[in-house]
């Protein structure tokens, strides 16, 4: 069982570093690192000229507008990097955006290409304030856009409804639902205009800003609560286990489980992250540099990767694989991955909460200083690892093994139907292979009563032919 699990772990966080896109240079496969969704809104094109006022207005109200960009930036690494000051950025390989995880990605991205093709709607983007993204009236510039670009964006509207519907249909064909109103079916999605399948019109820019928006703030609090009760599926899972087994073999499984518990918390000391001692040791031990040269401007152009002046989420979760390499190892059964990454985040969510003091979700140059010093960054608390933490209470425990049972009980009971209309399915399977045997002979007795029918005239012709012969 616990192989199972292990297997199952790692291969979660096989796929999340898979959706990672571009990841760290220098990091092993084995560290993982999982690309938040909004991590991607800090990848500002460089082509349009934004000044750093409008840069921190996308990047706080309209993040998708300016997600990809022409080159990554980062400081050469045959350089002394003790000396960096305004190296000049190298060109690279276009990064593509990591996947959001919203079940509109594709039609996300596609929307932001084609609006970005427009030099009108580009200018008035470069102008907007705050409140005229807020409010939707920036969403009315669409009215003024190319004709082509009105175009492209009917297309791709037409195609997400056709997706969607497609998503419906399968839905009811697999619970074999009949007389449903597909189209009311359609008010579920938030992200377009249903009532005008095929017009992209600004409603349907202003629904788009308004749902990603929402859904990218809560995406962190769901990934708490799918680690909750990924947590709780495993601690259910270890318990019916154990009902399972002899008393003998119970205690031995429970001791067995306190050993592996005891040696996952038996790690080194882990630093509280983003203080002094945490960023001396990814100085000293990732960067290879002096610890006594440390530089806190120095630090930050070197994990700024891409070299856009601010610190994005993907770039601080960078910075705690040393941290999370002293608790987790993918070879060691003790070691889960799934746990690796809510480590990860709870680091990165603590690190923005101290240090990103206008909550953009980007910590700029100046707030970075900033927080070098404060207290907190020289003389921090201590960090409680996820092994001293208590996920969820027994009573939580309890009421998810309910819901649980609630579930597999209508699991077993669409089995028993299912295995129903099998049954049924083969008994008129049989019956028609049954009447097809008796049509079949049926038609050879008829067959055989012709041939016997023809013979006697047969023979008979054939003494009349003999006769006249002769």
């Not at 027994?394 to 295995?419: F, G, M, P, R």
């Amino acid at each position: 069982m616990a192989a199972r699990r292990r297997e199952r772990a790692v291969g979660r966080s096989a796929e999340q570093s898979r959706r990672l896109g571009a990841g760290e240079a220098g990091l092993c496969a084995a560290n993982i690192q999982q690309a938040e969704p909004r991590a991607w809104f800090s990848r500002l094109r460089k082509a349009g000229g934004l000044e750093m006022k409008w840069r921190t207005i996308l990047l706080q109200y309209w993040f998708f507008l300016v997600t990809y960009v022409f080159t990554a930036e980062a400081v050469p690494i045959d350089i002394d990097k003790t000396k960096v000051k305004n190296t000049q950025p190298v060109d690279s390989a276009k990064i593509e955006p990591p996947d959001t995880g919203l079940y509109y990605d594709e039609y996300l991205k596609q929307v932001i290409d084609v609006l970005e093709t427009d030099n009108h709607f580009r200018e008035k983007l470069q102008k907007a304030d705050i409140e005229e993204i807020k409010s939707g009236r920036l969403s009315r510039e669409l009215d003024l856009v190319s004709h082509h670009v009105r175009t492209k964006l009917d297309e791709l509207k037409r195609q997400e409804v056709a997706r969607l519907r497609m998503l419906i249909k399968a839905k009811l064909d697999s619970l074999q639902d009949t007389g449903i109103d597909h189209h009311a079916l359609l008010k579920q999605f938030d992200h377009l205009n249903h009532l005008n399948p095929d017009k992209f019109e600004s409603t349907d820019l202003d629904m788009l800003i308004k749902a990603a928006t929402s859904d990218l703030e809560h995406y962190d609090k769901a990934r708490h609560e799918e680690f909750k009760k990924y947590e709780m599926m495993k601690e259910h899972e270890r318990r019916e286990y154990l009902k399972t087994l002899t008393e003998e073999k119970r205690k031995e499984e429970e001791s067995k489980f306190e050993e592996m518990k005891k040696k996952h918390g038996n790690h080194p000391k882990v630093n509280h992250p983003g203080s002094k001692d945490q960023l001396k040791e990814v100085w000293e031990e990732t960067d290879g540099l002096d610890p006594n040269d440390f530089d806190p401007k120095t630090f930050f152009k070197l994990h700024d990767v891409n070299g856009d002046g601010f610190l994005d989420e993907q770039e601080l979760e960078a910075l705690f694989t040393k941290e999370l390499e002293k608790v987790y190892d993918p070879k060691n059964e003790e070691d889960d991955m799934v746990e690796m990454e809510e480590e990860r985040l709870r680091m990165r969510e603590h690190v923005m909460n101290e240090v990103d003091t206008n909550k953009d979700r980007l910590v700029t140059l100046e707030e970075f200083l900033k927080a070098t010093e404060k207290r907190e960054f020289l003389e921090p608390d201590s960090w409680e690892t996820l092994d001293q933490q208590q996920f969820f209470t027994e009573e939580e425990l309890k009421e998810y093994e309910n819901l649980i049972s609630v579930q597999e009980t209508e699991l077993k009971k669409k089995a028993d139907e299912l295995q129903k209309q099998k049954e049924e399915l083969q008994r008129q399977h049989d019956q028609l292979e049954a009447q097809k045997l008796e049509y079949h002979q049926v038609v050879q007795q008829m067959e055989q009563k012709k041939l016997q029918a023809i013979s006697p005239s047969l023979v008979e012709n054939q003494r009349s032919s003999h006769t006249f012969e002769a």
